[in-house]
């Protein structure tokens, strides 16, 4: 799922936002790293094992340039 395929609002996956499927170029250790930093979106516990993204912080995280 890259950028263009997101929905417009809603949640998405960590498995939808990291590539080679989603659009940040980064590995999922690296990805917690930023959370914890708060260089990367912050999560939304949706319940004991779901967790997800914001669609309008991952577009804005893209629309930044990650790096």
Same mark, same amino acid.
């Given at each position: 799922?890259?950028?263009?395929?997101?929905?417009?609002?809603?949640?998405?996956?960590?498995?939808?936002?990291?590539?080679?499927?989603?659009?940040? #170029?980064?590995?999922?250790?690296?990805?917690?790293?930023?959370?914890?930093?708060?260089?990367?979106?912050? #999560?939304?516990?949706?319940?004991?094992?779901?967790?997800?993204?914001?669609?309008?912080?991952?577009?804005?995280?893209?629309?930044?340039?990650?790096?």
């Amino acid at each position: 799922m890259n950028r263009k395929e997101f929905p417009d609002a809603g949640f998405v996956r960590l498995s939808s936002i990291l590539s080679p499927p989603g659009p940040i #170029p980064v590995s999922r250790s690296t990805w917690w790293a930023g959370v914890k930093t708060r260089k990367f979106p912050q #999560p939304v516990k949706l319940g004991p094992r779901t967790t997800v993204w914001r669609v309008e912080d991952i577009r804005a995280l893209i629309e930044k340039g990650v790096q």
